[in-house]
């Protein structure tokens, strides 16, 4: 089993940034791929970014440029950097992890971008 504690979302200006933090614990050492989702109201879940456990990274085209994702191995932590926000971020983001057998999910954090 993983867990992953999501944390960071809030409300932000537009061009403001953010920095959201997906903490993991558990048997962590499975873990092949991490990477970040989000879903707008009336939206279907879309894949915002994801690192490979070699560290190649994929990004939606709506965010390149302006989202970086990072992991820190030592402190089983994943980042997603936002900057540049808009107000069509606005969003839950939810982050997960995917070993061979399964995915799992933080609670998902709320992310706000006013105009």
């Known amino acids: 089993q993983v867990q992953l504690v999501e944390s960071g979302g809030g409300l932000v200006q537009a061009g403001g940034s953010l920095r959201l933090s997906c903490a993991a614990s558990?048997?962590?050492?499975?873990?092949?791929?991490m990477g970040w989702y989000r879903q707008a109201p009336g939206k279907q879940r879309e894949s915002v970014a994801d690192m490979s456990s070699v560290g190649r990274t994929d990004y939606v085209d709506s965010v390149k440029g302006r989202f970086r994702i990072s992991r820190d191995n030592a402190k089983n932590t994943q980042y997603l950097q936002m900057n540049s926000l808009k107000p069509e971020d606005t969003a839950v983001y939810y982050c997960?992890?995917?070993?061979?057998?399964?995915?799992?999910w933080g609670q998902g954090t709320q992310v706000t971008v006013s105009s």
């Open positions: 558990g048997s962590i050492f499975s873990i092949n791929t």
């Open positions: 997960y992890a995917a070993n061979n057998l399964r995915v799992y």
